[in-house]
């Protein structure tokens, strides 16, 4: 599950209906990670996972401020993705049946192990994916009309990365993991948020790194030094 996320970041002021249907570019493949992510400065940006979408009426989230700052409409072509920079589009593919979109990152998420990518409801309609939930998917970054496009290294430099080490509820729990944390990353930040069952929740995090690569070395400590847990740390953004 998702939690909804009020924070107040990049407005994005741009109004997006375009639905992508043309066949895909050739273009130069990044190097990938073994998790299938690519995302070297002056690169376009691609990854394969699973794909889930939001905006029912029973999930709360419609009208929700997102990351960006703008209401969710799950009307709207927009997704959620942990870590692109806030504004830019990407092409989904659904790998199951082949038909693409063209969506705007506008929040972040989703946060569940596996998952790579919370469409919005108009967005999991166009791929077909309604009635089952999830699906597997491939995305790359592209422009507004659909082009493959590099992403940005001064762009991707203005939002850090952190690593979200758990999102918790009880105080005392968040008091004695973020003092067991300072003590070996140093300043541990919290986010409260609220879920859509109404319960106070904060969002523990470490770090703030401009480099990617800086970031993923923080969340295998950061796993290994709580792997008794059931602690699942990962590599989202300040914003």
């Not at 375009?18 to 493949?29: A, I």
């Not at 996972?49 to 009307?75: C, I, Q, R, V």
């Not at 952190?162 to 729990?173: D, R, Y």
């Not at 106070?200 to 970031?215: E, F, I, L, M």
């Amino acid at each position: 599950m998702r939690w909804s996320t009020p924070r107040v970041a990049i407005m994005v002021v741009l109004s997006f209906t375009l639905h992508c249907t043309r066949p895909p570019m050739s273009v130069s493949s990044p190097a990938k990670d073994n998790q299938g992510r690519s995302w070297a400065g002056g690169q376009v940006y691609q990854e394969e996972g699973l794909a889930s979408w939001y905006g029912s009426e029973e999930d709360g989230f419609s009208g929700k401020p997102t990351a960006s700052g703008e209401s969710f409409n799950p009307e709207q072509y927009t997704c959620a993705h942990r870590t692109l920079p806030l504004g830019s589009f990407v092409e989904v593919e659904n790998l199951e049946n082949q038909r693409r979109t063209v969506l705007r990152v506008n929040d972040r998420g989703p946060f569940v192990k596996g998952r790579i990518l919370d469409l919005s409801k108009r967005g999991a309609q166009d791929l077909g994916f309604i009635g089952q939930g999830t699906t597997r998917i491939r995305i790359r970054t592209v422009d507004a009309m659909g082009q493959p496009m590099p992403m940005d290294p001064a762009l991707d430099r203005l939002n850090p990365y952190t690593v979200q080490v758990a999102a918790l509820t009880n105080p005392k729990n968040i008091d004695s993991l973020t003092r067991e944390l300072e003590s070996t990353f140093g300043t541990v930040t919290l986010q409260g948020v609220t879920s859509n069952a109404g319960q106070a929740v904060k969002r523990v995090r470490v770090g703030s790194y401009t480099n990617r690569q800086d970031a993923e070395k923080a969340a295998e400590q950061l796993a290994k030094l709580l792997k008794d847990r059931g602690v699942e740390p990962f590599i989202t953004r300040q914003r």
